[in-house]
């Protein structure tokens, strides 16, 4: 398993002038607003709401697309990105929230807490669920564009 969560956008203006931010990758996620950088900045919120709600369902979590030359990619915080990668290995894995709450021996609670992406864990938390799955976390820094 190797995942990268950043996820390439698609900017338009709607009819009303309101700038769009859309992810073809995740077709529940979007934001508009009346500035193209105000749009811009709530395009992460409304993509971690989208893959939040795909852990709801027990969804797969979509693999984002290459990114064109030039297309803007938002990238994921890295504990939400972590939390999505824990999530995707438990499902490839085929590691319930019950059987990874057992080998972590935490309650189904606490590892519910854990997926939560909106919730504030501690990195070393993931790292060990994710070492329970026999996965580790790797960290990648880059220039900013």
Do not use: W
Request: charged fraction near 25%.
């Amino acid at each position: 398993m190797n995942y990268r969560f950043a996820y390439p956008t698609v900017e338009d203006r709607d009819e009303e002038g309101f700038f769009l931010v859309l992810f073809p990758d995740v077709p529940e996620a979007g934001t508009s607003a009346r500035t193209a950088s105000a749009s811009r900045r709530a395009a992460a919120d409304s993509l971690i709401a989208a893959l939040g709600g795909y852990i709801r369902l027990r969804r797969d979590i979509p693999r984002p697309s290459r990114p064109r030359r030039g297309q803007p990619v938002v990238a994921l915080p890295p504990l939400v990105a972590a939390k999505l990668a824990l999530y995707q290995a438990m499902r490839e894995s085929g590691v319930g929230n019950a059987g990874l709450a057992r080998r972590l021996k935490v309650s189904q609670a606490a590892l519910c807490r854990l997926l939560d992406l909106d919730r504030r864990s501690h990195i070393s938390e993931v790292e060990a669920a994710l070492s329970a799955l026999g996965k580790r976390l790797v960290i990648d820094v880059r220039d900013a564009a």
